[in-house]
Structure formats: structure tokens, C-alpha cells
């Protein structure tokens, strides 16, 4: 069965909604246009239950379908923040919010989930409840896990989750996932190094945290060269190096950043008590100290085996079998959607965005050709999951 007829008819539609998202992006928690945008649309619709400020400014809407008291309560996600990018795409509906932008696709996910929940709301072709969720902060504040903090799986219920996000390079039409960890966790390092201030001319009289910063830069890539099993999957990137103010002073102090990403837990809790013993050898051996703090992010993003191949019919069912890649490689990026699938078992779909601009670019624009596609997907995974 391929895109939904009445899906296609209002494509161009829910192509506007995406076009006014996008004209006016907000970051992280503060989304008071964009979550209002969301819950009038969804109260439009005649949804049954439309809740905002869940998790500060997350948008849950309710829609109980013909006998909603027959079957299981399915949640579907869809997160709504921008990023802290200049957008430099010439369109038309260019954001008007200087150095704030939909680069991710975050306004293509929210349209699409509104256009299944207009079109579920009218028809109401299943027996059960479907819990619509639209996410803030999904871009490094962890908004699923606040919307989580605050009630959300409580007061809601739903017995499974699903998301799913847009992936340049895939082609248009196309789906693609896998069981298992499908993305990556990612977690913030931070490394303060202590040495001795000395004339530049006179080195011997100090303790370089330049050079012992970059002894560490280089030390921190043996553990995942040395500790990680070869056939496991781990990456450790320093990002920033802070060091100095003039030419001819070694400075005192340094100050390093960066981010470790595993596709394993008990990968990630290695290098959360090697990093820390690397770290303070390498700075004694140079007569400094250091402390490395490390931040928790997000978690692995792990697909449960029993869902992803439902989620993986329903695709194929839009799709065609051909169409969806069942098996794709795991991605170092991070998503919080992690979180939620801790807590309830789901699955986490890609939907293709074609040869765009990559994610996180000020050149990227979600295609809206994926849009009947990702809302079709939407509407029959409720139908197919709960039936009549």
C-alpha cells in the first residue's frame, strides 16, 4: 500500500506549515511561538487532549481512536527546536531570526507529525490511543529526558515509542534503520590542566600546560587505539584547546573540550574511568595537574528488535520493500529520542531527505517531496499497530 491518497491531496499544505516553522526558529526550551504554532494547530484538529508546558515547552496532544478503549496507547515523537546557525540558503522563507535556523529538519519532523495527527483526528481508523509528542531541546539540552522528568510516560502511558528523523543522502521515498543501537551516546568532556607560568625565553622555570595539554590530546587517542576492542565502535575528539594571552609567556593554565561517542554502554562506561586515569598520569609525568570532568549527554540510541521490524513493515508498507534498508550502519551522531526509548520500547526510523546539504549546515532545507512519506508513515503505523 503506498503514500495515503488524502496524505498526498494535503501535502502541499503541510509543506506551508513547514515553510512557516522555518521562517521563524527557536532554540532549545524557549519556543513560545513555535509551541503555540503547534498546540492551535493541534486543537484545530479536534484532538481529544492537547496539553503544552510539558517539560517547559513541549506540546503533547491525545487522540483516541473508534475504540480507544480496545487497544494499547502508541506514542510518536517529533522535536521542534532550531539551531544557533546563520542560514545562508536564499529562500524564500529564510529564517527571519538572525543566527537562529532549522538546519536539522526539526520543522520538516513537526509539520509531518501534525499532518498524521490532522488526518488521524478526522478519521479515527484504529482502536486505541495515540499520544502525539512534540519535543523541545532535542539540540544538546536533552528535552526528552526533561519531558520525561516531568510526567510525560506517567501521565500519558503510552506502552511503545517511535521517532524518526530526515538523513540527507538517503534518497527520497526511502527509509532506513536497524535493531539495536542505531545511533550513538554522547558525552562532554572537560579538562582543566594546572602547570607553572614562566618567561617564554625561560621554560625550565615552569610547567607548560600547552605542552602537557598536547600530550594528553595525544594520549587520549590510545584508549580507543589500545582499550576498545577493535570490533567495538568509540570516538574521543578534542575540540578546544585554550591556552595563553600573549607570545612570550607560558601560560599558567589550559583548558580542554571535547566529546567522547560510543555505540556501547559498557564502552562508554570504560572510557568514563579511563579518560580520567590518562588524564592526571600524563599531567604528573610533566610535574602539572589535572582534573577532567566529565559531563553526561545522551545515551545510545537502541532500537528494540521487536519494534523495529514492525516499524520496518509499516515503512515498507508506504515504501515498498525494496525501499527500506533494514540493516543500516550505526552513526556516531547523538539523539535524545534515546532516552525515551530507555524507558518504553520503540524504534527510531530515517526518512530519505535526498542530495541535500548535510544536517547542521547553513546551506540545508528539508525537502518537502519526504513529507507524504513520513506523515503516511505516521498514520499507518497507528492504524497497522492498533486495527479495528
Not at 60 to 85: N, T
Not at 200 to 221: E, F, Y
Not at 285 to 306: F, M, R, S
Not at 309 to 331: L, R, S
Request: hydrophobic fraction near 45%; aromatic fraction near 6%.
Amino acid at each position: 500500500m503506498p503514500v495515503l491518497n488524502r496524505v498526498a491531496e494535503t501535502a502541499e499544505e503541510i509543506a506551508t506549515w513547514r515553510r512557516e516553522l522555518h521562517t521563524f526558529p527557536e532554540l532549545m526550551f524557549d519556543l513560545p511561538r513555535t509551541s503555540a504554532y503547534v498546540a492551535e494547530k493541534l486543537k484545530s484538529f479536534g484532538c481529544d487532549e492537547v496539553v503544552t508546558g510539558i517539560g517547559r515547552s513541549g506540546v503533547v496532544a491525545v487522540i483516541k481512536g473508534r475504540a480507544s478503549g480496545k487497544g494499547q496507547v502508541i506514542g510518536l515523537r517529533a522535536d521542534m527546536d532550531a539551531l544557533p546557525i546563520l542560514e545562508d540558503t536564499g529562500l524564500p522563507y529564510a529564517s527571519q531570526n538572525t543566527g537562529k535556523m532549522h538546519a536539522c529538519g526539526h520543522d520538516g519532523h513537526t509539520a509531518m507529525l501534525l499532518g498524521a495527527a490532522r488526518h488521524l483526528a478526522e478519521t479515527r481508523a484504529f482502536a486505541g490511543t495515540v499520544v502525539l509528542i512534540f519535543q523541545p531541546a532535542e539540540e544538546g539540552e536533552g528535552g526528552a529526558r526533561v519531558m520525561i522528568e516531568d510526567g510525560l510516560l506517567e501521565r500519558f502511558k503510552p506502552q511503545e515509542i517511535y521517532g524518526m528523523h530526515n538523513q540527507p543522502g538517503i534518497p527520497l521515498g526511502e527509509f532506513a534503520l536497524r535493531p539495536g543501537a542505531i545511533m550513538a551516546s554522547t558525552d562532554r568532556l572537560e579538562i582543566f590542566i594546572d602547570g607553572r607560568g614562566a618567561h617564554a625565553a625561560k621554560p625550565h622555570q615552569g610547567v607548560d600546560p600547552v605542552l602537557v595539554g598536547s600530550a594528553i590530546v595525544m594520549g587520549l587517542q590510545q584508549v580507543v587505539a589500545r582499550n576498545v576492542d577493535p570490533l567495538e565502535s568509540a570516538v574521543v575528539s578534542i575540540t578546544m584547546f585554550h591556552a595563553g594571552a600573549v607570545e612570550n609567556v607560558i601560560p599558567a593554565t589550559a583548558q580542554l573540550t571535547g566529546t567522547a561517542r560510543t555505540l556501547k554502554a559498557s564502552v562508554r562506561k570504560m572510557l568514563q574511568e579511563r579518560l580520567p586515569a590518562i588524564v592526571e598520569g600524563i599531567a604528573s609525568a610533566y610535574g602539572a595537574t589535572a582534573q577532567l570532568k566529565w559531563i553526561d549527554g545522551y545515551p545510545v540510541t537502541v532500537n528494540h528488535a521487536e519494534q523495529a521490524a514492525f516499524a520496518a513493515k509499516v515503512a515498507a508498507d508506504v515504501a515498498g520493500t525494496d525501499k527500506v534498508d533494514t540493516n543500516i550502519a550505526p552513526m556516531m551522531g547523538a539523539e535524545d529520542f534515546s532516552f525515551m526509548l530507555e524507558a518504553r520500547p520503540g524504534a527510531f526510523i530515517f526518512v530519505g531527505n535526498g542530495q541535500s546539504a548535510g544536517l547542521h549546515n547553513p546551506h540545508y532545507n528539508f525537502n518537502d517531496e519526504a513529507i507524504p512519506f513520513g506523515t503516511s508513515y505516521w498514520v499507518r503505523l497507528v492504524e497497522t499497530a492498533m486495527p479495528l
